[in-house]
């Protein structure tokens, strides 16, 4: 579980997507996507109404341009953009997983480029945001808004799921 962001003018900010497979735009080519566990998904699913069920696609940074937003929805004719899944899939192609993600921007705004803001570690350098946001503040504003609402949506969710988790390959 976690946030994605939309490639297609289908999804918006807090809307809630399962992913049936997930390409990994980090391999050149244009490989075969990895599919995620259809049972499991399909259980969660109808635990969840109105969750969506599209292609996803991974990659190793955020994507914050429209262009290559729409790039990336036509390319692998996924709707939803994130970092782990691939990776994850790959990582343990013998596991039932599911990934749920859920919006936090769409495809129709830029966000600011906060790729320098991003240590190797994963840690944010706060000087560099800061310097990011203060050179586009609305679209800061806007990434700032969706990943709160995203992630409210989020934890809601979390929470729906494992109060109604009486399914066991929903436990496991």
Known sequence: MGLGGSLSNQFSVGDRVLLRAVWDDTQAGRPLPYPCDGALTEAIA???PG???AEGVSCDRVITAIAE???LGDHYGAAVVEMEGASLLQALPNCPISILRVISD???H???DISAAIAPDGSLRVRELAWRFLQRPIAA???IRGSLQGLKVLE???SHLFQRS???AIQR
């Open 51 to 53: 969750v969506a069920i």
């Open 69 to 71: 937003k729409r790039y």
């Open 156 to 158: 809601q969710t979390a």
């Open 110 to 112: 830029e966000l600011p």
């Open 166 to 168: 009486g399914n066991s």
């Open 106 to 108: 769409d495809c129709r």
């Open 46 to 48: 109808q635990r969840c």
């Open 141 to 143: 504003l806007r990434l």
